[in-house]
Nanobody
Framework: QVHFVESGGGLVQPGGSLNLSCKTS????????MSWYRQVLGKERELVAA???????TYEDSVKGRFEISRDNDQDTVHLQMNDLKLEDTAVYFC???????????WGQGTQVTVSA
């Protein structure tokens, strides 16, 4: 059974940093592309960053140069380093497999990121 467990969110001031983690299980992580999504209440979930199994990564325009996605194939974990956080980064962040669309219907509980002065 597929599981995603996100962690690392919190309250941070504008310009601050957070490092999110997503521990996965139930599918072949090392050969799976992985992605981070975020969702604001009342809006659709949006793709933020993705990483192929060989390490190639892509980013949504608003986070380019500020966020970095990485993966640890030994720990079946994907990370999202977020720097220079802005108010508009406030959202619940989720991970899933897939490069452009979520592969699995299952989602984790997400981790709340709040950027506030």
């Amino acid at each position: 059974q597929v599981h995603f467990v996100e962690s690392g969110g919190g309250l941070v001031q504008p310009g601050g940093s957070l490092n999110l983690s997503c521990k996965t299980s139930g599918f072949p992580f090392s050969v799976s592309p992985m992605s981070w999504y975020r969702q604001v209440l009342g809006k659709e979930r949006e793709l933020v960053a993705a990483i192929a199994f060989e390490g190639y990564s892509t980013y949504e325009d608003s986070v380019k140069g500020r966020f970095e996605i990485s993966r640890d194939n030994d720990q079946d974990t994907v990370h999202l380093q977020m720097n220079d956080l802005k108010l508009e980064d406030t959202a619940v962040y989720f991970c899933n497999a897939g490069l452009t669309t979520p592969r699995y219907l299952t989602w984790g509980q997400g981790t709340q990121v709040t950027v506030s002065a």
